[in-house]
């Protein structure tokens, strides 16, 4: 006999998935024009503190006329960061991500509105007067934060407020770098804590449009070019990219713990924190003497790398001087992004790993390409974003299979040997715990009539309390619904006859998160395993 088909659904999805997708797309029109903003700003700070001029053009600290008084520019960019956060807010101080990531989880995804302003504007001091920062970061938090404001303004959940903050957040990326796939990826492995409809179209939605309005505004993409890869399918070329993938998991280790051991060091100063921005820039001025490509984002740097003509002299810079500058700085409090510097430092050890082996041009490319990507996925713990972004960037679809290679053994690295990601650490300094690991709910995969205690049947629906779950409901639904009313135990009806099948209570519900602890501990060779109905033991 055919059973009827059940009433429960794949995705808990409504009508108002139309409303928020809607608005999505204001969402990523307003944060792509905030991304041209903040890269313009950075552009003409960049030219008032190098240059003395007025000017919206792109240029690089490193050419500046200054000679040694340019040790002074980033110690005044960074006084001015500090006073700004001291007088506006201190929110504008860190990497950017982790206060998006703070607002959604403590702050009911509200977030100020003078942060949509602050927060660009002390980046593009900080990163204009020579800090070795990403705008990725900043750019992430202002269209997260223009997102938030539209969920403010409206009437809508602390959920649905939380997309739309991350559609401004994610869109923000996509109109940075072009990446709008990897931009709807980071927003599930970094932002959401969740992977359902009702978040992700709205999410996609507004990478998509950032995705299409920037062609107009910054052109499209790739924004990193390489040249013709061949060969990278070899077996020796792949084992090459998990032992350098490997290798870039212990840097990306090294790199946050060095970032934090100086945020240590600032905080055992005896001075106010509103200071620490203008010390970090004393490091960024005297390592820009040594190494001035190592000021500002440096997306020219990241270019020569995926080129594969960059001189040993650059590749050791980044590694040695751009390194300890970005620690340092961004250990001082001040504002900027970390995946810039990230993928450049990864980008500089896949480098030199194709100078030492003697690699041609092209070849050289790839391994910088390989470790730029392995360097993301170890360092923020987002291995899928840093494959798909890796290809976006370069439109290098050739690299696929090393680079998959590379971003999951540095990923494996990082998980096993650091207890949080780069961006997760902050938050647990402020006291509190964010577990990265998705998985479905125990009690959904549980129904009701497998773990209720059967009662006496006969009673009609029409003499029930208000409050019951049916018996081929999921207990994730009887647990959600029990404490809302606060019931210890709640009647089961059955669908069909409406009548009292048994009852659940809290004692129940723990058996169906028993299942999931017995698939987890549970070590049973199957071969040899008898089940319990044919007189075997558990």
């Known amino acids: 006999m055919k059973s009827e088909p059940s009433i429960l659904r794949d995705f808990t999805v409504d009508q108002r998935v139309w409303l928020l997708s809607g608005v999505s797309i204001g969402i ?21 503190f190098y240059y003395h001029r007025f000017s919206l053009a792109p240029v690089s600290p490193a050419g500046s006329p200054l000679g040694h008084w340019m040790v002074v520019v980033p110690i005044l960019g960074g006084l ?12 504008i101080r860190g990497h950017g991500i982790p206060e998006a990531i703070d607002a959604i989880l403590l702050h009911r995804a509200k977030v100020a509105p003078k942060i949509a302003l602050l927060k660009p504007l002390s980046a593009a001091i900080a990163i204009g007067s020579g800090g070795p920062f990403g705008a990725e970061g900043p750019i992430i938090m202002t269209g997260g934060a223009v997102g938030s ?21 994610a869109a923000g990326m996509s109109a940075t770098f072009a990446t709008p796939v990897a931009a709807i990826l980071l927003a599930v492995e970094l932002l959401l804590f969740e992977w359902r409809p009702r978040s992700l179209v709205p999410v996609a939605i507004a990478s998509v449009t950032a995705a299409l309005l920037r062609v107009y505004w910054l052109g499209a993409g790739p924004i990193f070019p390489m040249p013709a890869i061949t060969g990278a399918h070899g077996v020796s070329f792949v084992i090459g ?33 509103m200071w620490w921005p203008a010390i970090g820039g004393i490091g960024i001025g005297v390592g820009g003497l040594f190494f001035p490509r190592g000021l500002g984002v440096g997306y020219d740097n990241i270019a020569e790398l995926l080129h594969g003509t960059p001189t040993i002299g650059l590749i050791v810079g980044i590694l040695l001087a751009k390194s300890l500058m970005w620690a340092f700085s961004l250990g001082s409090g001040t504002s900027g992004g970390v995946l810039a510097p990230l993928l450049m430092i990864g980008g500089a050890v896949g480098a030199l790993a194709g100078h030492l082996t003697h690699a041609p041009a092209e070849t050289q490319a790839l391994w910088a390409l390989i470790g730029m990507g392995a360097m993301l996925a170890g360092s923020l713990g987002v291995p899928l974003t840093a494959i798909l972004f890796s290809l976006e960037v370069t439109h290098c679809l050739p690299a696929l299979l090393p680079l998959a290679t590379a ?34 709910d125990p009690l959904e995969l549980v129904l009701v009539r497998e773990v209720m205690s059967p009662v006496v049947a006969g009673a009609t629906t029409t003499r029930l309390p ?45 058996r169906g998160r028993e299942r999931s602890l017995e698939r ?7 071969f040899d395993y008898v089940p319990p109905e044919q007189g075997g033991h558990n």
Not at 476 to 482: I, K, N, P, S, V
Request: proline share 1%.
């Open 28 to 48: 990523g029109g307003c944060a792509t024009l905030l991304a041209v903003v903040l890269l313009r700003a950075i552009a003409f700070s960049t030219n008032i």
């Open 80 to 91: 001015l960061v500090g006073v700004m956060a001291r007088f506006g807010s201190d929110k």
């Open 149 to 169: 404001l539209i969920g403010q303004w409206m009437h809508v959940t602390d959920a649905e407020r939380t997309t739309l903050l991350v559609a401004g957040a």
């Open 241 to 273: 990219a998990l032992l350098l993938g490997a290798l870039l998991g212990l840097v990306a280790a090294g790199m946050s713990r060095m970032m934090y051991a100086f945020e240590d060091l600032f905080e055992h100063l005896h001075l106010h924190w």
């Open 407 to 440: 971003c999951i053994a540095s990923y494996l690295i990082t998980a096993l040997i650091m207890p949080r990601s780069i961006l997760t650490e902050k938050l647990a300094r402020r006291g509190y715990h964010l577990t990265r690991e998705y998985g479905v």
């Open 466 to 510: 208000v409050s019951y779950s049916y018996a081929d409901a999921t207990t994730r639904g009887a647990a959600e619904l029990m404490a809302t009313e606060g019931l210890e135990t709640l009647p089961v009806v059955d669908r069909t006859s409406g009548q009292i099948c048994g009852e659940i209570s809290l004692k129940d519900l723990l």
């Open 520 to 526: 987890e501990s549970e070590r049973l060779r199957l």
